[in-house]
């Protein structure tokens, strides 16, 4: 018995070291590669637009494929939103400063306050995690009406 446990205890420190323990718990290979060339991008609104307070956001994604949270397929993710922050440790999951999208939703209606807003588009892999390099849209500006 003492050797079965001391065994599982060596396998589990080996795991873990080989891995990134995120803030969740969760231990995560090395960070899940993207691409060359894969780009996110807002398909609308367009920098600069006057939307309304309820408005349609539609993403877009070019050299990968969308994939919902939890499914490990090289090359897809999922998209976040960072609506009005600064971009997050990308190093890390992408935490509560981001709208979620984990069902692999391509587009979103959104309600923000009247004002100048800007918004940018992070892709995640199936843990929530930036790939490496980070995949992230150029910033939307829209004023809401």
């Given at each position: 018995?003492?050797?079965?446990?001391l065994?599982?205890?060596?396998?589990?420190?080996?795991?873990?070291?080989?891995?990134?323990?995120?803030?969740?718990?969760?231990?995560?290979?090395?960070?899940?590669?993207?691409?060359?060339?894969?780009?996110?991008?807002?398909?609308?609104?367009?920098?600069?637009?006057?939307?309304?307070?309820?408005?349609?956001?539609?993403?877009?994604?070019?050299?990968?494929?969308?994939?919902?949270?939890?499914?490990?397929?090289?090359?897809?993710?999922?998209?976040?939103?960072?609506?009005?922050?600064?971009?997050?440790?990308?190093?890390?999951?992408?935490?509560?400063?981001?709208?979620?999208?984990?069902?692999?939703?391509?587009e979103?209606?959104?309600?923000?306050?009247?004002?100048?807003?800007?918004?940018?588009?992070?892709?995640g892999d199936y843990?929530?995690?930036?790939?490496?390099?980070?995949?992230?849209?150029?910033?939307?500006?829209?004023?809401?009406?």
């Amino acid at each position: 018995m003492f050797k079965t446990s001391l065994s599982a205890s060596v396998l589990t420190l080996t795991m873990v070291a080989s891995s990134y323990v995120l803030a969740d718990g969760h231990a995560h290979a090395t960070p899940t590669t993207s691409p060359e060339g894969a780009s996110v991008y807002v398909i609308s609104p367009k920098d600069g637009d006057t939307v309304e307070t309820t408005f349609n956001v539609k993403f877009g994604l070019s050299g990968m494929g969308v994939a919902p949270a939890g499914t490990e397929k090289a090359n897809t993710g999922h998209h976040h939103l960072l609506i009005d922050g600064k971009v997050p440790d990308m190093s890390q999951p992408l935490g509560a400063n981001v709208k979620h999208f984990g069902g692999g939703q391509t587009e979103s209606e959104i309600t923000l306050e009247p004002g100048q807003h800007t918004l940018q588009l992070i892709l995640g892999d199936y843990m929530h995690v930036p790939h490496n390099p980070p995949v992230t849209s150029d910033i939307v500006t829209v004023t809401v009406k």
